[in-house]
């Protein structure tokens, strides 16, 4: 059973459609790629299979059901987006949140939230408030607060955004981690990100022009006919991602 499933999806601001006819399968504990230009529907997309907003057309399902409401849900899907302004809770709270708790916190949770402030290394920051926080620490705190409920899916908006690169190189440990256990769908403009995934959806005229294994879709041709831009590419021998880099626009 699939973590989630999109079938002939159609998702848009207000009623005009920014993607249509989108089938998209994420298997559990699989890590995949959304890849596209600005407007492309990289977030609208994402915040569909999020259960956020509903899809102009088409059905979404989750672990084949529909998403559950209430406490239940934060099991089914955890949510990282970037444009969430800083929280006036402090560290401990916020992953707290991540429960969806109704009345006080029992101390099964209350373990819950612990291991998760241990996974982020931010034990010693539990007490602080978010506002004082560094970017890359906000990042973490709020991954942790997608994470502690045990969600199967986790969906990331520029997971990357503001984390210099020691802490994205910390993130994507993080999400190596969760493979085999935790699907992820993330959205991002890295294109080494997006090589680290199992697969990636490159999003361009209306829909997913490619998806694949991201040595099939992230090659120059397709890259240059779906963003606009020339990337050299070098494969690594030892069988790793390959290294991308935007070397210009394309011709």
Do not use: Y
């Not at 089938?23 to 959304?34: F, K, M, S």
């Amino acid at each position: 059973m699939n973590a989630v499933a999109a079938e002939r999806v159609a998702v848009g601001r207000g009623a005009a459609p920014v993607l249509a006819g989108v089938d998209l399968e994420v298997r559990p504990g699989e890590r995949l790629a959304l890849v596209g230009g600005n407007g492309s529907g990289k977030t609208t997309l994402l915040r569909a299979l999020a259960g956020i907003d509903a899809p102009l057309a088409g059905a979404i399902h989750w672990n084949g059901a529909a998403l559950p409401r209430g406490p239940a849900r934060t099991g089914t899907v955890g949510v990282l987006f970037q444009t969430e302004p800083p929280s006036r809770f402090d560290v401990r709270t916020l992953v707290t949140l991540g429960l969806a708790l109704d009345g006080p916190t029992p101390p099964a949770a209350r373990r819950r939230v612990d291991q998760a402030l241990a996974a982020a290394e931010l034990t010693e920051l539990a007490d602080r408030p978010c506002a004082s926080l560094s970017g890359g620490e906000a990042q973490r705190a709020l991954l942790a607060r997608a994470l502690v409920a045990g969600p199967r899916l986790l969906v990331l908006d520029e997971p990357t955004n503001h984390l210099d690169p020691a802490r994205q190189a910390t993130l994507i440990d993080a999400l190596d981690r969760l493979r085999g256990s935790v699907a992820v769908v993330l959205a991002t403009h890295d294109l080494g990100l997006a090589a680290t995934c199992d697969r990636v959806a490159l999003l361009a005229d209306g829909g997913i022009v490619a998806l694949g294994a991201p040595g099939d879709v992230l090659t120059p041709t397709t890259l240059a006919a779906a963003l606009g831009v020339a990337v050299r590419r070098v494969d690594d021998p030892a069988g790793g991602p390959p290294f991308l880099r935007v070397t210009g626009v394309a011709p």
